[in-house]
């Protein structure tokens, strides 16, 4: 029989790359979603069509356990979540109710399927590196035993977030496997992840056919940029292969500065560029240089980064121009 996977966030940015991998590799798919029908933007028609799409709301106790006694999966990735660091600024609550107390009422449905002997799905929780925070001040590259020292709201809401897929684990016996994951990036990705805000600003400059300014934050601080495409194939590999309680950094192992990143950005476009730094893009806490080692990850599955860094801003920038020259067809 078919593998049914569970993806919460399923329209998400990461959530329509991992649907199109699973799909390829002769899954089933429930898609649970904040709201139907279901926002694509690189799904195609045709997996969409392949995908049993339902309603999910982390904020609802009762909407998470219908979808988790609903089906009998043998897998769940969960991916939703509030996953903006600036937001959780000016509403931590909202990060907190999402991240921390949705996944708890998950983590309940989960672990009451297991004892009642519906299903025993592995599971993969989609953490953030952002719980590393300050510790990548003191120690490069960050390994899985690296203290947590949260820089922000988010960042804490995420921490609060694994602590509870652990002790599913521990104290429920439920197959919960947890990622801190680095940045990622490529197709499909909306503002204002740094990557796609850049892509955005530069496909727009292309369109003109001229240089000129790109607003930016803090263009000198160095960060660890991943395919999503590589990211959800390590999502998929951890279901298997993962070891239960276990934690993985999910990264490329390098740094890039922002700067480098809008650099090959332009280059890709053949336009030139320059910065003007808008204060408000500048974080109220922030660390110069964070990179993490993949090894755990590598040793575990196998798995390695396949797409050049240079492929995934090609990708992301094709599908902003792509935005772009619809947007404009709809404004004239």
């Not at 993806?7 to 798919?29: K, M, P, S, W, Y």
């Not at 903006?84 to 991240?99: C, G, H, I, K, Q």
Request: glycine content about 8%.
């Amino acid at each position: 029989m078919p593998v049914l996977s569970l993806v919460t966030g399923a329209d998400g940015f990461a959530g329509q790359h991992l649907i199109a991998h699973l799909l390829a590799t002769g899954r089933e798919v429930v898609g649970a979603v904040k709201g139907l029908p279901p926002r694509l933007t690189t799904l195609s028609p045709e997996d969409a069509a392949r995908v049993a799409w339902v309603p999910f709301d982390l904020e609802d106790r009762e909407s998470v356990r219908s979808v988790v006694l609903g089906h009998r999966v043998s897998e769940v990735y969960h991916l939703a979540a509030v996953t903006s660091v600036a937001r959780s600024w000016s509403d931590a609550a909202v990060a907190f109710r999402v991240n921390a107390i949705g996944t708890l009422w998950l983590l309940e449905s989960l672990a009451d399927a297991l004892r009642s002997g519906f299903s025993d799905p592995k599971i993969v929780i989609t953490g953030s590196a952002e719980v590393y925070g300050a510790s990548a001040e003191e120690r490069l590259p960050l390994t899985e035993d690296a203290p947590l020292k949260p820089l922000s709201p988010y960042a804490v809401s995420k921490a609060v977030q694994e602590l509870l897929a652990l002790q599913c684990h521990r104290a429920w016996g439920c197959r919960v496997v947890v990622t801190r994951s680095f940045n990622h990036t490529g197709p499909g990705q909306r503002p204002p992840f740094v990557a796609a805000e850049l892509a955005d600003q530069v496909a727009r400059l292309a369109r003109a056919g001229r240089r000129g300014a790109i607003v930016v934050g803090n263009v000198e601080v160095r960060r660890d940029f991943s395919d999503v495409r590589d990211v959800v194939r390590a999502y998929k590999l951890l279901v298997e292969r993962g070891e239960p309680g276990a934690v993985y950094n999910v990264c490329s192992g390098v740094s890039v500065s922002i700067r480098e990143l809008l650099g090959l950005l332009a280059q890709i476009a053949g336009i030139e560029v320059e910065c003007r730094v808008d204060p408000s893009r500048l974080r109220p806490a922030d660390v110069p240089e964070f990179y993490g080692s993949p090894r755990a990850l590598e040793a575990a599955t196998g798995w390695r980064a396949e797409i050049p860094l240079r492929k995934t801003l090609h990708d992301l920038l094709q599908h902003a121009r792509a935005e772009e020259s619809l947007d404009a067809g709809v404004r004239r």
